[in-house]
């Protein structure tokens, strides 16, 4: 099942905080966060394989609280290229495969 | 520099045509998918391959076929079977080892019916 991504759009203005958050029914194995610019392929940014994982870089992390079955990604005083649509890839296991599933995207808009 | 490489950019069916997407990679990556994308609906999965001469299905591959004769393509087939192929279709293929996993993504080929 598709992991639920919140919110679905957000404005913000340059170097103004943001939080994504995608949180899936599943037990999880890793989340794997991507950025796409419009018309332009999706970028990746980071993954996390373990609960309670936090990774970062830049002005960019996530946390990945396994019990809670959700992950969130920080953007830390956002900049004009921040602008995109973020996806979360949530992967979980079935029938002895990994699966991996993507969230629908949150939008962000950065303005100066 | 390594990539995948998708083409076309942009392109136009006909009803009752079947069009194929081109995708290749020289990353050396084993595992290779193509997605659909639609405005807010994320990436779907229409099928993936693991190894050279394999590939299974995914959510949505009714209408679609691939090839995986090489390691390097993953050639895409919209056939007319598709009732709505109109849509972002996104290659990709995914580097997995001890240091790394991670996606790798075409820039996309853009599929209109007309």
């Known amino acids: 099942q598709q992991p639920v991504q919140s919110p679905q759009a957000v404005i913000l203005r340059e170097g103004e905080d943001a939080v994504i958050n995608c949180s899936s029914s599943k037990a999880l194995y890793s989340v794997h966060w991507y950025r796409q610019k419009h018309g332009e392929a999706p970028v990746f940014l980071m993954i996390l394989l373990k609960g309670g994982e936090q990774k970062g870089h830049d002005k960019i992390s996530a946390s990945f609280n396994e019990k809670k079955q959700q992950s969130s990604l920080y953007l830390t005083a956002s900049q004009l290229s921040y602008s995109g649509t973020y996806f979360c890839?949530?992967?979980?296991?079935?029938?002895?495969?990994?699966?991996?599933?993507w969230g629908a995207g949150t939008k962000l808009i950065i303005k100066p | 520099d390594g990539g995948i490489t998708q083409s076309p950019k942009y392109l136009f069916r006909k009803e009752g045509q079947n069009v194929t997407l081109s995708c290749e990679q020289n990353l050396n990556h084993d595992a290779m998918y193509w997605y659909r994308q639609d405005p807010g609906q994320g990436l779907r999965l229409i099928y993936y391959s693991q190894i050279v001469n394999d590939f299974q299905k995914g959510d949505i591959a009714e209408g679609y076929s691939v090839s995986r004769e090489k390691k390097e393509s993953f050639p895409l087939t919209v056939t007319s079977a598709q009732k709505n192929p109109t849509a972002f279709y996104l290659c990709a293929s995914r580097r997995r080892d001890r240091a790394h996993d991670d996606y790798t993504f075409g820039s996309g080929t853009r599929l209109t019916v007309v």
């Open positions: 890839g949530t992967e979980y296991l079935m029938d002895s495969n990994y699966q991996l599933i």
